[in-house]
């Protein structure tokens, strides 16, 4: 019997990026104590496993085929600080509670992939930032230096490599736990309620839904004569921005008796726009590992370059490979997106088209501050359904940025929030995130969508 072959990509080994241009890149002050942290992380435990990324290709393959719909989602940019219980479990509610409402009214099984337990590192518009005549580095993701604007703050530390991986590991351990012991069964979706069920303008309607499932369950079960047990497992899936690549590199692995290289810090990681150079370091990096790799698509991407990347990153056309995960803007996508569409579509590739309403809509109020319409968002959203629709493809999953909290970082929704609502809660770093009313709004939105409803 032949021994696995770790690499049967040519030219390519996890260090061949650094051959290539690294844009968005950390500039460490003493590479000493980068080359320690690296190879301090290069022997801890990875964080997933090589079959449960072989999982989530299969799922993202049947996806692609229409059989199921891939729900990503978790903040722009996960904190050291919010690694608690409760920030974590509202997180897995909310996505919990929006592919419950997916599954009740697409009729199609979701697949849970949380932007979360690694997506700690952020492209930046500048390098530098510069505040009263003080220029420092900009931030750059708590894996990386820290927002607060002292020097000592943003010098890029490697020890917080090693707390990234130490967060993301704990994270996924809470995760796993509250699942494992039944956090996500269906006969007690009771259980996952926030406390917006009894305060949202929507809560109604997710009542009569979860009492409808709750009912099916029992009717199935005395039907049977049984407990079903399997609804008391779902899946979940992480995923995050595969941006910072030494720290992907000292995660990337061989595994016994398995093919190819693993990047187990994740089980789907993603090329951002800002890093989709075709001759790159993010998409050389990514051409050799096995997993699911996620391409987000901007307007500024023309055909080819699309067509490029499938053909470097996914020469042989596999099946759950690739997720292009497009995000125009409402008032771009109607023209941008149909030629990729149909280039792709032509080129009789394989791909899990998804879409991220998030990006392409955010803009800043007159005080500055950055946010997104809830308007603009369930736009490009819908606008994604119909040019899926006219071009004979199917739009296969949403990426969004969400938390489980109540803050008011995007405007708009069945509350309304206003610009004046935004200094109430606003907690993120980076890009502002969909709360839970909004969030679960959205899905019910979704699920009216798809099923062909004219959307009030
Ligand atoms: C993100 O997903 O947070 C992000 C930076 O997205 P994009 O690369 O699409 O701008
Ligand atoms: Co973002």
């Known amino acids: 019997m032949n021994a696995p072959a770790p690499n049967l990509i040519a030219g390519w080994s996890p260090d061949s990026w650094q051959t290539r241009t690294a844009v968005q890149q ?87 992939v949380g932007r979360f337990a690694g997506q700690y590192a952020k492209p930046r518009s500048a390098d530098l930032e510069t505040r009263d005549g003080v220029t420092l ?19 890029p530390n490697p020890r917080l490599l090693i707390r990234a991986h130490a967060r993301s590991a704990m994270t996924l351990n809470f995760v796993r736990g509250l699942i494992d012991g039944g956090f996500a069964d269906l006969h007690h979706p009771e259980f996952w309620d926030l406390d917006w069920v009894a305060h949202s303008p929507h809560s109604g309607a997710y009542q009569q839904m979860v009492d409808a499932i709750g009912e099916s369950i029992r009717f199935m079960e005395t039907l049977a004569d049984k407990t079903i047990g399997d609804f008391g497992r779902v899946d979940f899936f992480t995923s995050h921005e595969a941006l910072h690549l030494h720290y992907e590199q000292a995660q990337t692995r061989t595994v016994p008796r398995q093919d ?3 990047n187990l810090s ?74 990729i569409v149909e280039a792709v579509r ?32 369930r736009a490009e959203l819908d606008t994604a359904f119909d040019v899926h629709q006219a071009c004979g493809t199917h739009l296969g999953g949403v990426h969004l940025e969400l938390t489980g909290e109540n803050v008011t970082e995007c405007m708009g929704g069945a509350r309304d929030l206003t610009e004046t609502d935004l200094s109430r809660a606003y907690k993120s770093q980076v890009d502002p995130r969909l709360n839970y009313e909004q969030a679960l709004e959205l899905a019910m939105l979704i699920v009216r969508k798809q099923a062909g409803a004219t959307v009030p």
Request: charged letters at 20%; hydrophobic letters at 40%.
């Open 137 to 155: 580095p900009s931030y750059r993701g708590d894996i990386v230096n820290a927002p607060a604007f002292t020097a000592e703050a943003r010098v």
């Open 26 to 112: 950390a500039k460490y002050p003493d590479a000493g104590a980068l080359d320690a942290a690296l190879a301090e992380l290069s022997g801890m435990p990875p964080l997933v496993t090589s079959r449960e990324v072989q999982a989530l290709k299969t799922q993202i393959a049947a996806a692609q085929a229409g059989k199921m719909f891939v729900l990503q989602g978790g903040d722009c940019a996960e904190s050291f600080a919010d690694t608690t219980p409760d920030i974590i479990t509202n997180r897995l509610k909310v996505l919990l509670q929006m592919s419950l409402v997916m599954v009740h009214g697409m009729k199609k099984r979701v697949v849970r």
């Open 346 to 377: 032509d080129a009789g590739r394989q791909v899990l088209w998804m879409c991220d309403p998030m990006h392409g809509n955010t803009e800043s109020t007159s005080t500055g501050v950055k946010t997104r319409k809830f308007d603009n968002i």
């Open 266 to 339: 994740t089980h789907l990681p993603w090329i951002g726009v800002r890093t989709a150079e075709l001759d790159g370091a993010h998409v050389e990096y990514c051409r050799g590992i096995r997993n699911p790799v996620g391409i987000k698509i901007g307007p500024s991407m023309d055909t080819d370059w699309v067509l490029g990347l499938l053909d470097t990153l996914n020469p042989d056309d596999e099946p759950g490979r690739i997720v292009l995960i497009h995000r125009m803007g409402a008032g771009k996508i109607a023209d941008a997106l149909p030629p």
């Open 260 to 262: 190819g290289w693993y």
